[in-house]
Structures are given as structure tokens and as C-alpha cells.
């Protein structure tokens, strides 16, 4: 039986202003549950659903962050569980009159003296992983190319055992589609990014197919790539036009499937050689580049979860590190926050215009950011986008915002980014990696077994009930906090930890144990043919 089922009742408020909090207790209270407080609950209120603290008049608004997320349908009692039925949701705030980078934070303290053991590139970019990545130019190719990396898991890995693995970065863009059309340049840059990606060591070999529209020239246009060394430019003839290594399975030289295969894995071995000579050494956690995002939210991601990343984002940003937080959609009613955080008024508008861009975006499709929530979401306590969003929003701390990146774009520059991304898991994922995230953070109240092949992905759960339920999936449990057993500061600091020993490749995720890795999915905004 679970030892908590006897807890006293406990509910959660987020501020003092608050006329509405959550139940805490697993399971949700009964009908009667009296609380410390002398709030009685007038009828059932499931774990993570909130009850009023006061009785609401019609139209009154709904504050829970102090922020409000809805207006009351109809009188709502004190006691009452303010169901999302109840609540009119507000509209979305519009994107002129924001306040500009109004709010300066006192400088926080640098937090010196963490580090890692990471794979220092070329570039002067640091990998967690050491992995070859095979890039395609067309989903046409995926099949082979797969073939080909199961055969080189099997034959050739063995031989290199300083490699991490073998990943096909396989998509399904390059042909069919609009290539020319403006917004083309998202899926383009975010696969060159990709191939780019800090784990991944500068070593890239692509497979072509030959006839589709992503050239391999137009993918990795000459002078992407980082020269790596004298070596190499000796091997290939002191040339960046032809340091391309391109298998193309459509060449007269290819003889049948096997021959395509064959050719795969010769080339991939002369990569195999020098990623294995590689030795990770000790880098400044400041070379951390770290991608925040949550999925499979409920009402505790902004309760224990969230503010606990929060919290290691601020100690990450303290240490000199790049977090970037994403997902349009979920911050999107909290875009006052961000502008009034910005750095300069230029970083705001960056914001405002990414905001801008996806506003347009949705209402292409007619429908608004209150497309963002889902089935999981409501069940789990959260009404609608607005409340959603302000406990996404935490995960970025408190730290001065300094830098946009938009999608598919390489981050450039070190600190608290705003990387604008759908809020999608994998949609987010795959432009954060392309953004050159060496380690991710991933946030789940519902539970999700999502996971990277590209770079590694630390879980958190938002409640001990999931935490205890999926214990070889979730790694930290945030959950903790809402029990009353750690502090948002206790987990923020035990995810500060865990993200240096995972980032040396002393632990690995659970994901990376159950080698659980979800598809790159593109950002394509613009039309297929
Ligand atoms: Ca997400």
C-alpha cells in the first residue's frame, strides 16, 4: 500500500494573491477533506486540480502564478473544484506596448569551479557524446543508409570502443517539396546544424541519393564544415569544395545494393578512426549548451519540476553556460516576462518578432496558441494554454534574457537564449540539437519515455507518484518538493550535479540505457510539392 495515501491534505499556491491553489495529496481528496487552513472541499477535487479559495462571482478573474487564467463561468463557492468548464480563457496579450528590458536583475555571483569531461572540437564547441553521425540529403536514402548502420554497429564499432555509437539522421525532407520557397531555409539550415551537432565531433559524411532537390552542396555549401586539422586537409587536397565526403548511391561505380553499403561503411571507418582517437579532457561547465524543454505536462510542472529547472538554469547561467528554453506556444502569454527580462531592447524585438512570426503561422491554419493543449494536459489540472504556460515559463529561471535563435539557427552566443521552436517534443528537440545542444533537459508530469539518439536527455518528474511508477525511466524526481521532503534548491542543485556527471559520460540516462530514441522530426513551414 502506498505510504502516502495518509498524508494530511495539502494544497499548493503558487502566489499569495492566488484565489486558487491545487490539491497536492495522490489520488486527489474527497468531498469534506478538510484542510489546515479550514478550507473544506465541497466535492471531489482530483491530484492536481484546483479548488477555490474563495468564493468566485461570475466573471471574476482566476489568478493562480498571480497571473490571470481565466474569468469564472458562473459562481464558484469557496471550496469548489474550479474545473476548466468554469473558465472563459483570456485572450492572448497583444505584441505592442510590451515593456523592453525594464527589469535589471542584480548581477548574480559566478559560480566557478564546476566542470566537465567533455570532447573539445575544432570549432571550439565541446561534446558530451563522441558519435558518428551519418547526414542524408533525402529521405530516399534511409533505407540503406540504415542497413548500412546496423551492419557498421555489428562489424565496425567493436573495433572503435572510444565511439559511442553510430546514428543515421534520418528525415523526411530533400525532395518534394518547395525548395526555393522562403521559409524552405528552416528544414535546410536545421539539417546542416544538425550534422554540426558538438557530439558529433566535426566528422561529417553524408548519403545522397543523387537526383533530389537538397543537393549536398546546397545542404553543407563550401566553408560550413570546419577545416578540421592539417591532416585532413592534406588527405583531401587542401580544397573546402571538395572536403564534402559524399557517398552517392546513384554513381555509375555503384554495382548493386551492396556495393551502396560497402561504400557506406569504407567511408564511415576513416571516420570511425579519428573519432576514436579523440579523449575526452576537462572543460568549464560554461561549455555546457543546454536545451530545456517539458511535454506530458500537468499541474505540477510549474509547481516542482519546472522551478527546479529554473533554478539550475540561473545556477547554469552563473557558471557561464548556454541554456535555451523554447516552445512558442507556452510562453506566448507570458511574453511580458520575457521582453521586460531581455538584455536589450534589440533581444526583446527579436522575441516579439519570433512571437510575430508564429501568431501568423497558426492563424494560417485558423486556429490560435490555444491549440497547445491537450487531453493529458486538461486531466492532469491544467485548464488552458495561459495556466500552461506560466509554469513552462519558470524552467527559464530568472537570469537576464541575452540572445534569440530562431529556428534552425545555430545558438551564437553564450547565456539565457530564447530558442524559438514549436512546443512539440520532438519538433523542439530536433531544432534545439540543431541549435547545438550538447545536453538536454526534459520535464514530464504524465510521463513521457522520450529520448535523443543525438545527445543525451535527462527526465524529471513532476510527482512522485510517476517518479515511482516509471523508476527506470525518469531520472530525478521532482515530485519531492510537493511532498514536502526537498526544496525547489535541493533538486535544482541535484540536476546541476547529475547534468556534469551525464555530460562526462560518467552516467548515463535512463533513455540512453534503454537506447529509447525518437525520431528527428523538421520544422517545415513551408509548402511540399
Ligand atoms: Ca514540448
Not at 20 to 40: K, M, Q, R, Y
Not at 73 to 82: D, E, N, Q, T, Y
Request: aromatic fraction near 6%; hydrophobic fraction near 40%; glycine fraction near 8%.
Amino acid at each position: 500500500m502506498d505510504q502516502r495515501a495518509d498524508r494530511p491534505p495539502l494544497y499548493i499556491a503558487m502566489h499569495e494573491r492566488d484565489n486558487v491553489a491545487i490539491v497536492a495529496n495522490d489520488g486527489g481528496l474527497p468531498a469534506g477533506t478538510v484542510f489546515p487552513s479550514g478550507l473544506e472541499l465541497r466535492e471531489k477535487v482530483p491530484q492536481g486540480h484546483k479548488v477555490a479559495l474563495v468564493d468566485l462571482a461570475e466573471g471574476a478573474p482566476v489568478l493562480r502564478y498571480n497571473v490571470v487564467i481565466g474569468y469564472a463561468l458562473k459562481p464558484i463557492a469557496r471550496g469548489s473544484w474550479v474545473h476548466e468548464r468554469l473558465l472563459q480563457m483570456p485572450t492572448a496579450r497583444e505584441l505592442d506596448g510590451l515593456p523592453i528590458a525594464t527589469v535589471k536583475p542584480p548581477a548574480a555571483a559566478p559560480l566557478e569551479g564546476f566542470t566537465f569531461e567533455g570532447y573539445r572540437n575544432p570549432d571550439g564547441s565541446v561534446g558530451t557524446r563522441n558519435i558518428l553521425a551519418i547526414t542524408q540529403t533525402v529521405q530516399c536514402v534511409a533505407g540503406v543508409t540504415d542497413f548500412a548502420v546496423q551492419r557498421i554497429k555489428k562489424e565496425l564499432l567493436p573495433k572503435y570502443p572510444n565511439v559511442d555509437d553510430v546514428v543515421a539522421l534520418e528525415h523526411t525532407y530533400g525532395c518534394g517539396v518547395a525548395i526555393d520557397a522562403p521559409d524552405a531555409i528552416v528544414p535546410i539550415r536545421t539539417l546542416r546544424n544538425i550534422s554540426l551537432n558538438p557530439n558529433f565531433g566535426g566528422e561529417v559524411m553524408v548519403v545522397s541519393l543523387g537526383c533530389e532537390k537538397l543537393q549536398p552542396e546546397r545542404l553543407l555549401p563550401p566553408g560550413t564544415i570546419p577545416l578540421v586539422d592539417e591532416r585532413n586537409v592534406a588527405d583531401i587536397g587542401a580544397s573546402a569544395e571538395n572536403k564534402l565526403d559524399v557517398v552517392c548511391l546513384q554513381d555509375d561505380a555503384h554495382v548493386g545494393f551492396m556495393s551502396m553499403i560497402d561504400s557506406v561503411m569504407r567511408q564511415a571507418e576513416e571516420h570511425l578512426e579519428r573519432l576514436n582517437a579523440r579523449q575526452r579532457e576537462t572543460v568549464p561547465a560554461s561549455e555546457l549548451v543546454v536545451g530545456v524543454q517539458c511535454g506530458g505536462s500537468d499541474a505540477f510542472s510549474g509547481v516542482t519540476a519546472n522551478p527546479a529547472v529554473g533554478f539550475c538554469t540561473d545556477l547554469l547561467i552563473r557558471a557561464g553556460a548556454t541554456v535555451m528554453f523554447s516552445e512558442v506556444t507556452e510562453v506566448r502569454d507570458g511574453i511580458d516576462q520575457l521582453t521586460s527580462r531581455a538584455t536589450t531592447p534589440e533581444v526583446a524585438q527579436a522575441m516579439i518578432r519570433e512571437m510575430a512570426w508564429y501568431d501568423a503561422y497558426l492563424d494560417k491554419g485558423r486556429v490560435d496558441r490555444s491549440a497547445n493543449t491537450t487531453p493529458g494536459n486538461k486531466k492532469g489540472g491544467l485548464s488552458n494554454i495561459v495556466e500552461k504556460a506560466m509554469g513552462s515559463i519558470i524552467k527559464s529561471g530568472s537570469s537576464p534574457i541575452s540572445g534569440v535563435v530562431s529556428p534552425g539557427e545555430k545558438a551564437r552566443q553564450k547565456g539565457l537564449l530564447y530558442a524559438a521552436t514549436p512546443a512539440s517534443d520532438f519538433i523542439c528537440g530536433t531544432l534545439q540539437v540543431a541549435a547545438g545542444m550538447n545536453l538536454h533537459v526534459f520535464t514530464t508530469g504524465r510521463g513521457t519515455p522520450y529520448g535523443l539518439a543525438e545527445v543525451p536527455v535527462i527526465k524529471v518528474a513532476t510527482r512522485s507518484d510517476l517518479a515511482r511508477r516509471w523508476h527506470d525511466l525518469m531520472d530525478v524526481n521532482a515530485g519531492r518538493i510537493a511532498d514536502g521532503e526537498a526544496s525547489i534548491e535541493d533538486v535544482g542543485w541535484e540536476l546541476f550535479r547529475l547534468m556534469l556527471d551525464v555530460a562526462s559520460g560518467r552516467q548515463k540516462t535512463w533513455a540512453e540505457q534503454w537506447k529509447l530514441h525518437n525520431a528527428l522530426v523538421l520544422f517545415n513551414p513551408a509548402p511540399v510539392t
